[in-house]
Nanobody
Framework: QGPLVESGGGLVQAGGSLRLSCAAS????????VGWFRQAPGKEREFVAL????????YYRDSVKGRFTISRDNAKSTVYLQMNSLKPEDTAVYYC???????????????????WGQGTQVTVSS
């Protein structure tokens, strides 16, 4: 296993909820922002959400605003993605990743993140 490990994916009906977790080993997350991305079959990996080290700043792609919430517990070195009102178009493999400094530079860009987890599958049925 790498330094980041996602969990919490699964199969859910449209309108349901899931909470994803991203656990880091050691001090991997210390002082760093952490983001979530997703990749659907045949599509490019896309940015979903980002949270700052303190949790005071969060960013979301427009299509998940009001439905997804990113949070973190630094004592547990874990970042969460609470996903509510899920839609079939949310189906994808979800990845967490550590954001390079500075936090707000290129938050949508894959190269702006260094460590990545292995991904967890989320499937939303209609």
């Amino acid at each position: 296993q790498g330094p980041l490990v996602e969990s919490g994916g699964g199969l859910v009906q449209a309108g349901g909820s899931l909470r994803l977790s991203c656990a880091a080993s050691g001090r991997t997350f210390t002082t760093y922002g952490v983001g979530w991305f997703r990749q659907a079959p045949g599509k490019e990996r896309e940015f979903v959400a980002l949270i700052s080290w303190t949790g005071s700043s969060t960013y979301y792609r427009d299509s998940v605003k009001g439905r997804f919430t990113i949070s973190r517990d630094n004592a547990k070195s874990t970042v969460y993605l609470q996903m509510n009102s899920l839609k079939p178009e949310d189906t994808a493999v979800y990845y967490c990743a550590r954001k390079r400094h500075p936090l707000t530079q290129a938050i949508n860009a894959i190269p702006a993140y260094d460590y990545w987890g292995q991904g967890t599958q989320v499937t939303v049925s209609s």
